[in-house]
């Protein structure tokens, strides 16, 4: 009986001693990973809507909608941050989307656990910013109606077409997907007037 | 048993008779998991060595409290412990290197070379000793996680480090970075490295049957080695 | 049909041992023979599930709600070791005979990363309950699956004239680079 309480005491107090620790740590380090993910946001909805100059954020059920403006303040897009499953873990990443939601204006992928080497091509390659047939440069100026299409081993025909990259299709069609549900969303919003668009022009 | 060892032996044992990977074959998910390039490699291997040693501290300090019957429950606190705080710090303080090793910082706390050095060593020894050793048992995971790394990184990417070795018409093997790859390099490395360590003690073996003949001269006598 | 997408990439198109290199120390260690190694399987399958379950419930009904999600690496570690620990000692009441195939294999399982990583993956992608058993069945399959086809192709390299270096570990690695090059075919299935 005396073992057993000692051998509950001593996990016990390891238990609390770490406990202790962590929540002190934790309370250090989560304004800084919000920082950074706050900044990273912000880099994200310049990079994806190049000719923004501010945003403001609106905050609805399911998603959140940075409506981006020009220096006149007139709205040029929305930027928005979706979500999902690729082939191996989550993807989240930045859309770019003009006012009328017809067209994307940028993408970035700002996490991702894909193949390394394969599937890992659907982040942007500084050294490939010129190539147009980089996975995340296809999608500036590709038209969101009816749909996103992937073709394969193809340069795509259709405005509306990207090309899949080669042994990641599943990735290439994971991102697309995405943006696909995400895009429907927001026309969903839009068409019930939800959407921020104070300024826009429609 | 080892506290007969000098204190320097005890540090560098462990960085390549001891070695985990090599030799003792512990630990393998981040060593195959990390290592499409070095500086992942070297990261996780800082990240590992970080909390190896710190566990091993505490637990040499706090190994006559622990009831034996829940020592291995207890370790595994401490180490989880240790492994969170990395985790939260990698978070705050170096995000893209986070973001990069992904799910396999938690994984360090499944580690066996973690946890197989507190209940072979740390719990034995004295702190400064135990210290050594996890100091020695990390240089050696450092090690070996790099050279993998860079081997990886060189043939699949053409880079060490991210800087270009490699001239530009050398296409890059994909496999090396694929999981496939990440197998096959560490057999070959270990399969190297034994041949390396079989031809050494195949010359010593050598030089002690010379030895032999040349003072007793006699072949008689049965050589065992 | 979302659920069956689960199971199979558990357990083929990304196996836990062979594209996310969890569970290699089993992998490589009771790989001798085939029985074992499917024991082995079952084993770390039947813990697998059962940590799917509990640390489902403990995240989501626990540390989510009280906003304790920074203990979650010593919550799912004390749960697995105690669900071990548990495990081991219901066999041993319930049958004789399943403990003496299993029990050797069970403290091992502790320490067995895919286990760990299982409950990480849960959250990570955000699963339902109900997602979350169709993981831990789906990989727990893919871990049978890929440690007995080793054992197989183990017993028939012990006929092979392997070069004396690289007996044991090494070609066990190799071999285990060309199983997951063949995996890597699976892909396929997915899309």
């Known amino acids: 009986m005396r073992t057993i309480i000692r051998m509950l005491a001593v996990l016990t107090i390891i238990g609390v001693i770490s406990g202790g620790l962590l929540s002190q740590i934790s309370i250090w380090s989560k304004p800084k990973i919000a920082a950074h993910r706050e900044l990273e946001t912000k880099n994200a909805i310049f990079q994806v809507l190049p000719e923004g100059k501010s945003f403001t954020k609106m905050e609805t059920a399911n998603l959140e909608v940075y409506s981006v403006f020009d220096d006149s303040g007139k709205l040029i897009g929305y930027a928005v941050p979706f979500e999902g499953n690729g082939f191996q873990g989550k993807i989240r990443m930045m859309a770019g989307l003009t006012s009328d939601l017809d067209k994307v204006t940028g993408l970035q992928v700002l996490e991702q656990v894909e193949t390394p080497g394969l599937g890992t091509k659907i982040v942007e390659d500084p050294s490939k910013k010129e190539d147009p047939y980089w996975f995340p440069n296809q999608f500036k100026e590709v038209e969101t109606q009816p749909m996103i299409g992937v073709v394969k081993n193809q340069k795509p025909v259709n405005k509306y077409d990207i090309q899949a990259i080669t042994g990641a299709t599943i990735s290439s069609k994971a991102v697309v997907q995405i943006m696909n549900q995400g895009i429907q969303v927001l026309r969903k919003m839009d068409a019930e007037g939800k959407l921020n668009n104070a300024g826009g022009e429609k | ?225 | 049909m979302e659920l069956l997408v689960i199971f199979f990439g558990a357990a083929v198109v990304n196996n836990f041992v062979l594209s996310y290199f969890l569970g290699i120390c089993p992998f490589i260690g009771v790989s001798n023979k085939i029985s074992s190694a499917f024991s082995m399987g079952l084993a770390a399958t039947f813990v697998m599930v059962l940590t799917a379950i509990v640390s489902w419930l403990i995240y989501n009904l626990i540390l989510v709600p009280y906003d304790l999600d920074f203990l979650q690496y010593v919550a799912f570690i004390l749960v697995i070791a105690s669900l071990v620990q548990f495990v081991e000692m219901f066999i041993k009441k319930m049958s004789r005979p399943l403990y003496r195939a299993l029990g050797i294999f069970l403290p091992l399982i502790t320490t067995n990363c895919a286990i760990l990583g299982l409950a990480l993956f849960i959250v990570l992608r955000d699963y339902s309950f109900v997602e979350s058993v169709v993981f831990g069945v789906g990989a727990g399959a893919g871990f049978t699956l890929a440690i007995t086809i080793m054992a197989g192709i183990r017993e028939e390299l012990d006929l092979a004239d392997v070069p004396k270096a690289f007996q044991g570990a090494p070609i066990t690695l190799i071999v285990a680079g060309i199983l997951a090059l063949a995996f890597m075919g699976f892909a396929g299935m997915i899309s």
């Open chain 2, 1 to 225: 048993m080892s506290s007969k060892l000098s204190l320097y032996k005890e540090f560098t044992k462990g960085i390549w008779e001891q070695n985990t990977t090599f030799k003792q074959i512990l630990g393998m998910c981040p060593v195959l998991a990390v290592t499409v390039s070095a500086i992942n490699g070297l990261a996780m291997a800082l990240a590992t060595t970080f909390v190896l040693v710190f566990s091993s501290i505490i637990v040499a300090i706090v190994k006559k409290l622990i009831p034996d019957q829940v020592r291995i429950a207890a370790y595994i606190l401490i180490i989880a412990t240790f492994v969170t705080i990395v985790d939260m710090v990698m978070k705050a303080s170096y995000p893209d290197l986070s973001k990069s090793l992904g799910p396999y910082i938690p994984l360090i706390v499944v580690n066996c070379v973690i946890l197989g050095r507190q209940e072979a060593f740390a719990s034995k020894n004295t702190v400064f000793r135990s210290f050594l050793d996890a100091v020695g048992m990390g240089a050696g995971v450092l090690l070996s996680l790099i050279l993998l790394g860079a081997v990886r990184e060189l043939f699949g990417s053409g880079t060490i480090f991210g800087i270009q070795l490699l001239p530009d018409f050398y296409e890059p093997m994909l496999v090396m970075i694929l999981p496939a790859g990440a197998f096959i390099t560490l057999g070959l490395m270990m399969g190297l490295f034994n041949q390396i360590a079989l031809s050494n003690k195949e010359k010593q073996r050598k030089k002690t049957i010379e030895k032999y003949l040349s003072t007793k001269n006699s072949i008689n006598d049965p050589v065992g080695v």
